[in-house]
C-alpha cells in the first residue's frame, strides 16, 4: 500500500465510480411525480403547524394548498433550518448567522458555513458546519479545493455547543437518533456515525454527492444526493494545477464540476457523451447534474430510488421531507417541490 503513490506514477490511477444498479437503477420517477410548488430553487423543508416549510433564498414560507405564506425573511440565503420541539424556526443563513424563534444564537469560533440543522428526540440541536474556508454558497470552490474542514456540533437543552467530529470533507445531512447522529459527507461520498466520540462508516462509495437526511416512518430514511459523480469531474479532481488554473481563469458557473442544474448555457463544460445528437439529449448520457433520492432500510442501506435522469428537468435534490404517508422533495435545480406517496 505505501508503494501505490509511486507505482501510480508508472500505471496510472483508475477512476471508478460505483454504477446506479439494483436498488438505484435509474427511473423517472421525479420527472413523473406530481408538483405540490413551482417554487423558484426551494430547499430546507421541515412540517410546522400542520403545513410543509422550506426556503427559498433568503425567504422561509409555508406551503399548503396552492398558497404560500411567506414566515420571515432574511439578509442573505437560507441555508439550513429545522424546526424545535416547542415549534421555533431555527434558521442558518450564508452570512454565516444563525437564529431561533426570531433571535439571534451565538455561534462557537469558526462556525460560518452552516449547511444543515436537526433535532434529536431529546431536543438536542445538531449543526453542521461545512467548512472553515467558504460560506455554504461556496461549495463549489470547496470541493475543488479538496477541502476537509467542516465540522458536526451539537447543543444540548441548557448547555453549550460542543464539537462532535472535525475535519470532515462537507457535511451536508443530519440524521440524529436516540444515541449520536449519522451525518451526510459529501466529498467522500458517504454516510458515518457519530457516537461516543467515535466515529463510524454507515454507507461508502455513494454514486453522488449526498445532502439532507430525513427519517423514513416505516424505519430507515431518505437520502437526498444532490449532484452525480462523473469520471471527467473525478479526473479533474486528481489534477492540482489544472484545477487552481480552472479556478483562477474561468468563471466558477463553467468549472468542470457537478452543478445542481446543467444544459442552460452553451458555455458549460460538456462531455463528449452528452453532447444532443439529432435534437436529442440521451437519458444515460454523462452530466454534471442529476435528480436522485434514495430510500434507505434500518440498516442504512439503500433499497429504493427515484431519478431524474440527464435529460430530465428534476435536478439538484437537495432536501426530502416525509409526513402523513407523503413525500416531499425540494428540486433545487429543479424549481420545484415534488409529492409522491412514500
Known amino acids: 500500500m505505501r508503494l501505490d503513490p509511486l507505482l501510480d506514477l508508472f500505471r496510472g490511477r483508475a477512476i471508478t465510480i460505483p454504477p446506479l444498479d439494483g436498488a438505484l437503477r435509474p427511473n423517472t420517477a421525479l420527472d413523473a411525480a406530481p408538483v405540490f410548488d413551482g417554487l423558484a430553487a426551494p430547499d430546507n423543508l421541515s412540517w410546522l403547524d400542520g403545513r410543509l416549510v422550506c426556503s427559498s433564498g433568503a425567504t422561509v414560507l409555508a406551503l399548503q394548498a396552492g398558497q404560500r405564506l411567506p414566515l420571515a425573511e432574511?439578509?442573505?440565503?437560507?441555508?439550513?433550518?429545522?424546526?424545535?420541539?416547542?415549534?421555533?424556526?431555527?434558521?442558518?443563513?450564508?452570512?454565516?448567522?444563525?437564529?431561533?424563534?426570531?433571535?439571534?444564537?451565538?455561534?462557537?469560533?469558526?462556525?460560518?458555513?452552516?449547511?444543515?440543522?436537526?433535532?434529536?428526540?431529546?431536543?438536542?440541536?445538531?449543526?453542521?458546519?461545512?467548512?472553515?474556508?467558504?460560506?455554504?454558497?461556496g461549495w463549489v470552490a470547496d470541493l475543488m479545493e479538496?477541502?476537509?474542514?467542516?465540522?458536526?456540533?451539537?447543543?444540548?437543552?441548557?448547555?453549550?455547543?460542543?464539537?462532535?467530529?472535525?475535519?470532515?470533507?462537507?457535511?451536508?445531512?443530519?440524521?440524529?437518533?436516540?444515541?449520536?447522529?449519522?451525518?451526510?459527507?459529501?466529498?467522500?461520498?458517504?454516510?458515518?456515525?457519530?457516537?461516543?466520540?467515535?466515529?463510524?462508516?454507515?454507507?461508502?462509495?455513494?454514486?453522488?454527492?449526498?445532502?439532507?437526511?430525513?427519517?423514513?416512518?416505516?424505519?430507515?430514511?431518505?437520502?437526498?444526493?444532490?449532484?452525480?459523480?462523473?469520471?471527467?469531474?473525478?479526473?479533474?479532481?486528481?489534477?492540482?494545477?489544472?484545477?487552481?488554473?480552472?479556478?483562477?481563469?474561468?468563471?466558477?458557473?463553467?468549472?468542470?464540476?457537478?452543478?445542481?442544474a446543467s444544459g442552460r448555457s452553451f458555455l458549460e463544460p460538456l462531455q463528449c457523451g452528452g453532447i444532443r445528437t439529432m435534437g436529442v439529449h440521451k437519458a444515460w448520457s454523462p452530466s454534471r447534474s442529476y435528480g436522485l433520492v434514495v430510500r434507505l432500510g434500518p440498516d442504512m442501506a439503500p433499497v429504493a430510488s427515484l431519478h431524474s435522469r440527464a435529460n430530465g428537468q428534476r435536478h439538484g435534490v437537495t432536501s426530502v421531507h416525509e409526513t402523513d404517508g407523503r413525500l416531499y422533495i425540494a428540486a433545487k435545480g429543479g424549481d420545484a417541490v415534488l409529492e409522491v406517496t412514500a
Do not use: K
Open 146 to 260: 479538496r477541502g476537509a474542514s467542516g465540522a458536526v456540533w451539537r447543543r444540548r437543552p441548557g448547555a453549550g455547543w460542543e464539537q462532535v467530529a472535525g475535519g470532515l470533507a462537507w457535511p451536508n445531512g443530519l440524521l440524529p437518533g436516540t444515541a449520536g447522529c449519522i451525518v451526510s459527507e459529501a466529498w467522500r461520498h458517504r454516510l458515518i456515525r457519530l457516537e461516543s466520540g467515535r466515529l463510524d462508516p454507515v454507507l461508502l462509495h455513494l454514486p453522488g454527492y449526498p445532502a439532507r437526511l430525513c427519517p423514513a416512518a416505516e424505519g430507515g430514511a431518505w437520502l437526498a444526493v444532490f449532484a452525480p459523480r462523473t469520471r471527467l469531474i473525478e479526473f479533474v479532481l486528481q489534477e492540482t494545477r489544472y484545477r487552481h488554473d480552472m479556478m483562477a481563469e474561468v468563471p466558477r458557473d463553467y468549472w468542470i464540476a457537478p452543478a445542481l
Open 74 to 137: 432574511f439578509p442573505a440565503e437560507v441555508t439550513a433550518l429545522s424546526v424545535s420541539p416547542a415549534g421555533a424556526l431555527v434558521v442558518a443563513t450564508d452570512d454565516g448567522r444563525l437564529s431561533e424563534g426570531g433571535q439571534a444564537v451565538p455561534l462557537p469560533g469558526g462556525v460560518a458555513c452552516i449547511t444543515a440543522l436537526a433535532h434529536g428526540p431529546d431536543g438536542t440541536l445538531w449543526l453542521a458546519n461545512g467548512s472553515r474556508h467558504h460560506p455554504a454558497s
